[in-house]
């Protein structure tokens, strides 16, 4: 509302309410040319739509405006639609990102960041986990409700158990997300990240975060959650010196990763989508199509070809 408050300002024209066609015209049109995103633009727009049903009046929906839906329409056609997805971590990437994470864990200084960022990795990775199970969001928020606390983990002998108690998906009480993951006995092994993670990090009470780092403060102060934007600069850092472009990845990509990783296995996709609860077939985004998928029609094509050609001309 302060943006269409803004662009009333700038052409001095008044922004009261029922907003007029005209008015939803310039005010999208004023916003592509600023160089927002079509999605951005839409958020604008449901912002003035709220404010028009807050105060009592109707909207009409965009597709019976026709001039606002045209308009943009035409942003759309001019400046495109295209969100770029972050990349995924692949399996590789996480075996070369272990020898760097090993050395970093080495340093008396970062041991125990470097121990919360890598079990968190490995976590999200194989857990398919969304980024706000694994760390606090904003840098003065602790939503304790939402991430992962201690009292949530069952670290048995070769099995890690999480319960996941809020979620994208999980929002209304319902039962919580049990996932289970199994001990690999490598340095990718998530269940071997996690206890020692905890050896170095005592819980410091039942409401305490998963993944923790060491305070900067006085000696004795309570442990800080490990945060998203800490989480992803330390991915980016090993991305780095395994010779990746870090802007290409962030923590999502430990979801995706994990998730395109199971398709590559050949897994089934009820199962991927129930391990990383997906509520819908959203899961299917993640099913990556590299170079040997992309070669296997084509392969079987020329197979077949070759076949029919021989019978054709009676070759043994």
Request: glycine content about 8%; hydrophobic content about 45%; some cysteine.
């Amino acid at each position: 509302m302060r943006q269409f408050i803004a662009f009333g300002d700038a052409y001095e024209r008044a922004t009261t309410l029922p907003v007029s066609d005209v008015m939803l015209c310039g005010f999208i049109t004023w916003l592509a040319a600023r160089g927002l995103k079509i999605s951005t633009i839409k958020v604008y727009l449901f912002a003035v739509r709220a404010a028009q049903l807050d105060a009592g009046l109707p909207f009409e929906p965009w597709r019976k405006r026709h001039s606002v839906f045209m308009t943009l329409q035409g942003a759309r056609r001019i400046h495109g639609d295209y969100t770029s997805r972050k990349g995924a971590i692949t399996i590789g990437m996480l075996w070369r990102m272990a020898a760097h994470a090993r050395v970093a864990q080495g340093d008396p200084k970062r041991a125990i960041l470097m121990g919360a960022v890598w079990a968190a990795i490995l976590v999200g990775f194989f857990g398919m986990l969304r980024k706000d199970n694994l760390t606090k969001g904003k840098k003065d928020a602790f939503n304790v409700s939402r991430g992962l606390r201690r009292t949530d983990v069952d670290l048995q002998q070769s099995k890690l158990w999480l319960r996941l108690r809020v979620s994208k998906t999980i929002q209304y009480s319902e039962e919580p997300h049990v996932l289970g993951l199994v001990a690999t006995d490598s340095p990718i092994c998530p269940v071997r990240a996690v206890r020692e993670h905890l050896r170095l990090t005592p819980d410091s009470g039942g409401a305490s975060y998963l993944f923790v780092t060491k305070p900067k403060g006085p000696k004795g102060a309570a442990a800080v959650p490990l945060s998203h934007a800490t989480l992803v600069a330390e991915i980016r850092k090993l991305l780095a010196a395994i010779g990746e472009d870090p802007r290409k990845f962030s923590g999502h990509s430990l979801r995706r990763g994990g998730a395109s990783f199971a398709y590559e296995l050949g897994l089934p996709e009820a199962a991927i989508q129930a391990h990383g609860n997906w509520k819908s077939e959203a899961v299917r985004v993640y099913r990556e199509c590299g170079p040997a998928q992309r070669l296997a029609l084509p392969a079987r094509l020329a197979q077949e070809a070759l076949r029919a050609a021989t019978a054709q001309v009676g070759c043994p």
